[in-house]
């Protein structure tokens, strides 16, 4: 097991590593650092001295490993736009990001798990086909078009829930959380259904029928406590896919978060910010693989040999 989750730890470094190469030879393309900290006044002399001073004139190379031997001790420089250290701005706006996360997966899984189970007990008839549409449906549909809509009908027409921002406690956090669980119920109904029809038609579950067991108590006690196993591991996965989501989701809604952040940085050029949040999503991304990982090895020992 030890061996198992070392190398998936080096794997997770070397994406890490793959990912701060990627988002530092970005920032540089996207424009100057030092002409965007300094006046429109600035002269090109004021902007070569600046760039002396960042060390923005030595080898892209030498920049890098400086940037990335700064970042293993958690420095990624000063925001350009707000004065101070860029990983502090963001850890304050994790647990907006976190809250939103949490409650979109919790919602996938109270409404997926009871659907899922419907979908799979009323195989092959209209019932059932239909859940397998709407969770189709949930997976193709946009979320930035389907935030814009709910927006449109619950709180511009109907004025149940805040068109944007955190301030209005739960009431803010509905809309956000609906928009991204959509794409998440889509998975676990369809994951949902296909393990639990695997799991009915194993030997044992025949066995325990036989014998006599109602349906409530094989359905419940052998056979959905075995199908959840993946599901509650592959939202795991989808807490992951959330911070990718947060981007347009918390932009959308105006959600304090990371992702609303990172995009501000993003077109304000703010360079600290946007490598060290980006970082801070790959580690975060990495970080929940690697559990889920080890979560299915504990479960299935035939996975740590493969």
């Given at each position: 097991?030890?061996?198992?989750?070392?190398?998936?730890?080096?794997?997770?470094?070397?994406?890490?590593?793959?990912?701060?190469?990627?988002?530092?030879?970005?920032?540089?393309?996207?424009?100057?650092?030092?002409?965007?900290?300094?006046?429109?006044?600035?002269?090109?002399?004021?902007?070569?001295?600046?760039?002396?001073?960042?060390?923005?004139?030595?080898?892209?190379?030498?920049?890098?490993?400086?940037?990335?031997g700064?970042?293993v001790?958690?420095?990624?420089?000063?925001?350009?736009?707000?004065?101070?250290?860029?990983l502090?701005?963001?850890?304050?706006?994790?647990?907006?990001?976190?809250?939103?996360?949490?409650?979109?997966?919790?919602?996938?899984?109270?409404?997926a798990?009871?659907?899922?189970?419907?979908?799979?007990?009323?195989?092959?008839?209209?019932?059932?086909v239909?859940l397998?549409?709407?969770?189709?449906?949930?997976q193709?549909?946009?979320?930035?078009?389907?935030?814009?809509?709910?927006i449109?009908?619950?709180?511009?027409?109907?004025?149940?829930?805040?068109?944007?921002?955190r301030?209005?406690?739960?009431?803010?956090?509905?809309?956000?959380?609906?928009?991204?669980?959509?794409?998440?119920?889509?998975?676990?109904?369809?994951?949902?259904?296909?393990?639990?029809?695997?799991?009915?038609?194993?030997?044992?579950?025949?066995?325990?029928?036989?014998?006599?067991?109602?349906?409530?108590?094989?359905?419940?006690?052998?056979?959905?406590?075995?199908?959840?196993?993946?599901?509650?591991?592959?939202?795991?996965?989808?807490?992951?896919?959330?911070?990718?989501?947060?981007?347009?989701?918390?932009?959308?809604?105006?959600?304090?978060?990371?992702?609303?952040?990172?995009?501000?940085?993003?077109?304000?050029?703010?360079?600290?910010?946007?490598?060290?949040?980006?970082?801070?999503?790959?580690?975060?991304?990495?970080?929940?693989?690697?559990?889920?990982?080890?979560?299915?090895?504990?479960?299935?020992?035939?996975?740590?040999?493969?």
């Amino acid at each position: 097991m030890l061996s198992y989750l070392a190398r998936r730890l080096l794997t997770g470094l070397l994406v890490v590593f793959g990912v701060t190469v990627m988002v530092f030879g970005l920032t540089r393309v996207a424009g100057d650092p030092a002409a965007l900290m300094l006046p429109p006044s600035a002269s090109a002399a004021d902007i070569a001295a600046m760039r002396e001073r960042l060390g923005l004139d030595d080898p892209l190379p030498v920049q890098y490993f400086r940037f990335l031997g700064s970042a293993v001790r958690g420095d990624f420089g000063k925001s350009l736009r707000h004065g101070e250290s860029a990983l502090p701005l963001l850890v304050a706006r994790l647990p907006a990001t976190f809250e939103l996360g949490m409650a979109a997966v919790a919602l996938a899984l109270v409404v997926a798990i009871p659907l899922g189970v419907v979908a799979a007990l009323t195989r092959g008839t209209v019932v059932d086909v239909g859940l397998l549409g709407v969770a189709v449906l949930g997976q193709a549909v946009p979320n930035f078009w389907l935030a814009i809509l709910l927006i449109n009908v619950f709180s511009v027409g109907l004025g149940w829930f805040p068109t944007a921002g955190r301030t209005a406690g739960l009431a803010s956090l509905v809309l956000p959380a609906v928009t991204t669980a959509m794409y998440l119920v889509g998975t676990q109904l369809r994951l949902v259904r296909g393990t639990l029809l695997e799991v009915l038609n194993q030997d044992y579950m025949r066995t325990a029928r036989s014998k006599g067991l109602g349906r409530t108590t094989l359905l419940i006690k052998h056979g959905l406590r075995n199908a959840l196993i993946p599901v509650i591991t592959i939202a795991g996965v989808q807490l992951g896919h959330v911070l990718g989501q947060a981007v347009v989701i918390e932009t959308v809604f105006q959600w304090p978060g990371l992702g609303l952040f990172t995009v501000q940085a993003i077109t304000g050029r703010d360079f600290p910010v946007t490598q060290a949040a980006v970082t801070l999503m790959a580690v975060f991304v990495v970080g929940i693989n690697i559990i889920v990982d080890a979560l299915y090895g504990l479960l299935d020992p035939t996975i740590r040999t493969a």
